[in-house]
């Protein structure tokens, strides 16, 4: 029988994490996004936990906890504050990229430095979208040429989380121009690379702590053995990476959709009108219930796709459950935090309450991997036994997709 219930191993983590976050996280949440980013000492104790590797297999290095432990970790983090995990080192793109796409080399090689007691200062970047699509072919602009000894990159990378701070980049690009999306590569581009620039970091409207910005790739050489090739079949393994990523970013966005409900909830309880609290009225009493109805479908389906994984079913099911949790968590915490700036009223839109940063948040992190409209194509695609073709599956340059 299959039950979500957490093991007493994972209650014991999550509710550290929990506590963490509504102590340190939460009360800081506004300091935070002012100074952009989330402070040494939060991430220098969020480190200490020692849960970043918590769904990296222990043979690479990592705590071999699972991808449902890990989805639990972010939702908690989330609940706290939903802009923090985008700021954390290792709780990013870059590890899951490693795991999924390099071999158990190189693997091994990229997550270790995470693993390190100073790693609360040391981040990766996943250098995935680009400003503009290519209109004379399908793929990317950017493009990875054969040379003596290994490759030239050039191009340019938007929409990177924590470009500036990356010491290590995963970049994608264009190996074979004839071969559309399934002639896409990946390389580990270092920061020292003199053929790397970091070109600016975006102004968001949510998750200011992600250091969102643009690298510039001027004949950046990689060695043949910085390039990723996912142990035979790229393509799978590309897939296998958005998949899960998307998996934590949907955590994140049911640890958004709690924490509206709850702040929700809260002031309908207080806030009164006519006598009683507004939270009496029937409308606004549905409202509430339909949104924390919402919440809780959201976590199950997204602990439901993470199971799949843990469990090794075949890469259909683990596709479907995903897309299915993803899409339902992006479009529940847009619903439950459109609907806390509405209940709260004219308060709903000051920055001294937090539902407005929660709005802003949800929007942003719909756009933090692959969209709800990319899972539903994937759905459907899986449960119609169409070819997953990677440009029907992967984020493409139209969609803009932000990775961290």
Sequence with gaps: MISFEPTEDQKLITGTVSDFAKSTLAPRAREFEAAQAVSAEARRAVHELGLSLAAIPEALGGQGLGLITATMINEELAYGDPAAPFGLPGFGAYLIAAQELGSDE?????????????????????????????????????????????????????????????????????????????????????????????????????????????????????????????????IAACTRFFAKYSLIVAARQVGLARLAFDVSREYCDIRKAFGKPIGHFQDIAFTLADRHMDAESARELVRRGAWTWDAGKDLDKCLLATAQAVAHAHQVAMRCADDAVQLHGGAGFMRDVIVEKLMRDAKQMALAGATAEQMDQLAAAVELGLPLDPALIWPTPETQAVLT
């Design 106 to 234: 190189q693997a091994k090689a990229l997550i270790a430095p995470f693993a390190e007691p100073s790693a609360h200062d040391r981040f990766g970047a996943v250098a995935w979208s680009e400003r503009k699509p290519n209109r004379d072919r399908a793929g990317f602009v950017t493009t990875a040429k054969k040379v003596s000894g290994g490759y030239e990159l050039t191009g340019a990378k938007a929409f990177v989380g924590n470009a500036d701070l990356a010491e290590s980049l995963i970049v994608f690009a264009q190996v074979d121009e004839k071969a559309g999306w399934n002639g896409v590569g990946a390389f580990v581009v270092d920061k020292q690379n003199p053929g790397l620039r970091v070109a600016g970091r975006h102004q968001t409207l949510g998750l200011e702590c992600g250091h969102f910005g643009e690298i510039v790739l001027e004949a950046a050489k990689v060695s043949d053995g910085g390039r990723l090739e996912g142990r035979g079949d790229f």
